[in-house]
């Protein structure tokens, strides 16, 4: 049996799980009698619980677990947890008035190095007079002279906003990315959405961070809170393929209709649900499906005003009856769990924000979650996320996007759900599945039971 070095490092030990399964792989005698000691398949599972096995650990979680435990109590604060890969954050900021417009401070989550703030801005009448020229297909000098805005803006809000915390420090800020969705707003010009950089990084024990904007005004983000998590194993999915796809489908049309799209819009989608509903239903075996396809039909017949929503599942109703769920304040959490693999995709769930209408979780991949076509002009990924909380409440998933940055081996993921979480429910589980195996990740909400309003 191996014995962890004094300061084990996580990255080391993930090379010797993908340097072993190349080796099986390979069809090395050596590898393979390693990896089939614990499972006859050969996977990237199997040769991190191999790894994990001859430390004398029972999984790899249990090994990560340890490795993260010895490397905070060795290292400085903060930096032991950055080694071991976990982050934190800071939220919970109100509006804050600049210049530019009216900033809405996200989420700042810190770790590994670097760190970011997720924020919006809904600009000036000046700013949204000069974004709103893209609208519509425009000429290129047009379109230059947007361009122009976009980084006039990006200028402004550097120039405008500043961030200190509680121990007198203070922070750079610099634009990752700016975007900008007229399509999606009613408002004139619309919101525009900002990952800031943030340098350098701050440390966890921080008691708050303060935005400052114009004429003086500023708000604080505190600490997120860590809630109590449970991570399950891999298991069987319980459900038969085709009632969770088409389970999915229904929930997808109900998000639609949350987001406001047109009547002939919705008709279009549901006629493609329905049509996907029967070839699905067609493949699978009898039975398997029970009363979902006259359900799904019954729900796309509400959808587009043909008949009432008699005979849903309660499920859908409350999905449908709290669309407009406006619940109180942000909230954000420190999840903080990685997941055992998935088709050999290793998931880290680190933050959760949770606002009036919506909320979403912060999560890494590696090595990727997102898959591509040939020709990489369609992408698809290769696990599921579904929530529901303890009172039985499902919620609308909507596929987050991706960002991979140069050098890091991860995948960063904003995955949203709608809609914004039940102030009565307890406690949250994300359910994670790939083909005919899932994990589960359960936590409990901190502020249950307490005045969000």
Not at 155 to 173: F, H
Not at 200 to 227: C, K, T
Not at 379 to 396: F, H, M, N, R, T
Request: aromatic content about 6%; overall charge negative; glycine content about 10%.
């Amino acid at each position: 049996m191996s014995e962890l070095p004094g300061r084990p490092n996580l990255d080391q030990l993930r090379r010797q799980a993908r340097e072993l399964l190349r080796a099986a792989a390979d069809g090395e005698p050596p590898a393979l009698t390693r990896i089939h000691a614990v499972s006859q398949r050969i996977s990237l599972s199997a040769a991190q619980l191999a790894v994990a096995r001859e430390y004398g650990f029972a999984s790899w979680p249990a090994l990560h677990a340890e490795v993260e435990r010895r490397l905070a109590e060795l290292s400085s604060p903060g930096e032991g947890t950055r080694r071991a890969g976990a982050r934190w954050s800071f939220g919970g900021a109100s509006p804050v008035e600049t210049a530019v417009g009216t900033l809405y401070p996200g989420v700042l989550v810190a770790g590994l190095g670097k760190a970011f703030l997720e924020a919006s801005l809904m600009p000036t009448s000046e700013f949204q007079d000069r974004l709103a020229e893209m609208t519509h297909p425009v000429p290129a000098s047009v379109r230059a002279a947007w361009g122009r805005a976009h980084r006039d803006l990006a200028r402004a809000i550097i120039t405008e906003v500043a961030l200190t915390d509680d121990q007198g420090s203070t922070y750079a800020l610099h634009i990752e990315e700016l975007q900008h969705h007229p399509a999606l707003s009613q408002a004139r010009g619309g919101p525009v959405t900002l990952t800031l950089g943030v340098d350098p990084l701050p440390a966890r024990d921080r008691g708050w961070l303060e935005l400052r904007g114009q004429h003086g005004s500023a708000v604080r983000l505190g600490p997120s809170p860590r809630p109590d998590a449970r991570v399950s194993g891999l298991a069987p999915v319980p459900e038969g393929r085709t009632a969770r796809e088409l389970s999915e489908r229904a929930l997808s049309l109900i998000g639609l209709m949350r987001d406001g799209i047109s009547q002939p819009m919705m008709e279009e989608y549901c006629s493609y649900a329905l049509a996907k509903a029967a070839e699905i239903q067609q493949s699978a075996e009898p039975g398997t499906a029970g009363d979902l396809p006259g359900q799904l039909a019954r729900l796309c017949a509400f959808l587009t005003g043909r008949g009432p929503a008699d005979g849903l599942p309660r499920e859908w109703l409350d999905i449908i009856s709290a669309a407009n769920r406006a619940d109180g304040a942000q909230h954000c959490l420190d999840i903080s769990v990685e997941l055992p693999p998935v088709d050999d995709i290793v998931v880290r769930v680190d933050s959760l924000v949770s606002e009036p209408g919506s909320w979403k979780v912060y999560l890494r991949a590696e090595p990727r979650w997102w898959r591509y076509n040939a020709e990489r002009d369609r992408k698809w990924g290769v696990i599921s996320v579904a929530a529901e909380d303890d009172l039985g409440g499902l919620y609308v998933s909507q596929p987050g996007h991706g960002t991979v940055r140069r050098d890091d081996p991860e995948e960063e993921l904003v995955w949203g759900f709608l809609p914004g979480l039940n102030p009565l429910a307890r406690a949250v589980t994300l359910t994670f599945t790939h083909a005919a195996e899932q994990v589960t990740v359960e936590f409990r909400l901190p502020w249950a039971g307490t005045d969000r309003n």
